[in-house]
């Protein structure tokens, strides 16, 4: 059985490239591939509201899908003017798992280039982190803190 794509309520939807990559939706909704390693997940327990605050040093755009139990959310975080860096996701009665994955375009904001997955990491409790490059390895080209609050 292949690892879930996120976004995808059924295991119909689950599908492996070859190689190290699954399939998931990028941040304009088109099937990309994702690293294992890209999307970084935390319950949440109930009765939180969840604090986003995002940060980037990169000169490429960056876009950062939320997903709530496994759902795409309707807001996402991002490095230029049409994706906000701070989101607010309302307390829950239930506790929930929240998953990050981070994406980059290889420039500025271009329609015509394909978005490109991040690998991630943690970096302590509260803090997701992400490498564009794969290259450096520096885990600060897109960067995530998370903060709750009841």
Known sequence: MCPEVFGSPSPAGRAKIHGIMYVNIDPEGNVSGIFPDSPLSLTIPAGHNVHLYGSFD????????????????????????????VVIIPKRDEPFELTLVAWHKRSDPNPDLPWVASRGQRIGPVVFAWDDSAEDGDYRDARVKLVTSS
């Open 58 to 85: 990169s000169s490429w755009e960056q876009a950062i899908v939320i997903y709530i139990d496994g759902q795409r959310h309707d807001h996402q975080i991002g490095s230029f003017i049409l994706r906000p860096k």
